[in-house]
């Protein structure tokens, strides 16, 4: 018995140890918060479109360098990673920001609103900070800041994972996260954490899920291939609008009967569809282009397979042929059972009794995905809308007239900080 509680002692001691420093993260973070307030409208006033984050870049890798971090430089293009050694052995965990922004001209009214331009897919466009990763970015260098100050008591180093191009770029190339997983970053890692803003989670709130947590994203082609005639006698082609339009219908029924839809939802949106020149003219061909969401390997390779299915037979059954091209991108944002788990505690600690949601399935997509399968990782949400606002009156992400309320970035520094002390203690 007394072995038995001299072990409890032993580890208990342990997480205490770490649990102990939670309130020195508290004192820290609420002292720099108005200094991440103004990295983030600087980043914000200042946004940069993926692999082209270079100023964004060299203020973080500045400020890591002026704590006293290890930078790496030009990782993935335009990534920074900083690791802080601390002063005792253990485990390597990483926190990671991403700093693109989007091709979104702002509409909203701030002294800090982004005036910035640029030709984007051959159009004039703003750039904005419209899915929030300029927090992302300066509660990233808020944490930095925080566990710098107490590394001599860190059990174990700290991957600080400044990630460019989350959205993807426009050619299409490798980057990113799985980027940034070719060239080895996580190789040394035990554990990964990440969070995104929510513009429509009230501040002071934290929402996660275990196991698929965001959707897996694939971009869809389907070119539908009939037989040209004079839009007077149809019966004398093949029609690919018409059965185009069937096509599109038919892909509604895969998420209806072929889904199990009480495991996880699923997504196929037609994006764009385009065939024809004129009134009278049945053209040759209708090319349609969509999105897919799926959760999970074993579903999306189901919605894959039923896509070609429908697709090809409808077409078959009008005399037509349908070209189905699926390319996929990011795979789903799977939170590790076990870690999350271990980390709810940290989770409630760190927001508090009543202020931690059991998230639904997201059907948006993240590449934070890559890095979790290369090592456990957990990825949460925190809220960044106005206490008392409404969800459904809000803004969302993408959008011109998207908005964060900056009162929920002292929680993200306080959550990512407990996440680094408690798994090392944990260990």
């Not at 300029?134 to 700290?158: P, S, W």
């Not at 070719?182 to 989670?201: K, N, P, R, T, Y």
């Not at 505690?345 to 760190?350: F, M, N, S, V």
């Amino acid at each position: 018995m007394k072995k038995y509680l001299l072990l409890f002692v032993l580890i208990s001691g342990t997480t205490f140890g770490q649990t102990s420093l939670r309130p020195e993260i508290d004192k820290k973070a609420s002292s720099i918060e108005s200094k991440v307030i103004e990295w983030r409208r600087d980043i914000h006033q200042n946004p940069e479109l993926g692999n082209q984050e270079f100023r964004t870049a060299k203020k973080v890798a500045d400020h890591l360098r002026s704590l006293g971090i290890e930078v790496t430089e030009g990782v993935a293009v335009t990534g920074v990673v900083g690791v802080l050694k601390g002063g005792k052995p253990g485990p390597t965990v990483a926190l990671r920001a991403d700093m693109d922004a989007l091709p979104v001209t702002e509409r909203v009214d701030l002294p800090f609103k982004s005036t910035v331009t640029t030709t984007y897919n051959g159009q004039e466009t703003g750039v904005m900070h419209a899915c929030g990763h300029d927090t992302h970015v300066a509660i990233l260098m808020g944490v930095a800041e925080v566990l710098a100050g107490m590394r001599d008591q860190l059990q174990g180093n700290v991957k600080f994972i400044f990630q460019p191009a989350e959205e993807g770029v426009y050619d299409g190339s490798t980057a990113g996260a799985e980027l940034m997983v070719e060239e080895g970053v996580m190789e040394d890692v035990d554990a990964v954490f990440g969070l995104h803003i929510g513009s429509q989670m009230e501040v002071g709130k934290i929402g996660y899920r275990s196991g698929p947590a965001l959707a897996a994203v694939d971009n869809l082609e389907i070119t539908v291939n009939g037989v040209q005639a004079h839009g007077a006698s149809p019966w004398s082609g093949v029609d690919p609008i018409v059965t185009s339009s069937q096509i599109i219908s038919g892909l509604q029924t895969i998420l209806s009967r072929s889904v199990n839809i009480t495991e996880n939802p699923a997504v196929v949106t037609i994006g764009a569809i385009h065939g024809g020149i004129r009134h009278n003219i049945i053209p040759e061909k209708v090319e349609m282009i969509g999105t897919i969401r799926t959760f999970g390997t074993e579903q999306q390779d189901l919605v894959h397979k039923r896509i070609r299915e429908v697709a090809t037979n409808i077409a078959e059954s009008a005399g037509a042929t349908a070209d189905v091209k699926i390319e996929k991108l990011y795979p789903s944002t799977v939170n590790n059972p076990a870690l999350t788990a271990q980390m709810a505690p940290t989770i409630l600690a760190a927001a508090g009794e009543g202020n931690v949601i059991a998230n639904p399935p997201i059907t948006g997509a993240e590449d934070f995905s890559f890095f979790q399968i290369e090592k456990p990782g957990l990825f949460i949400s925190l809220g960044g809308m106005k206490k008392g606002g409404d969800p459904t009156k809000t803004p969302s992400h993408h959008t011109p007239d998207f908005y964060i309320d900056e009162g929920g970035f002292i929680l993200g520094m306080r959550v990512m900080s407990y996440f680094v002390v408690d798994y090392m203690g944990m260990k």
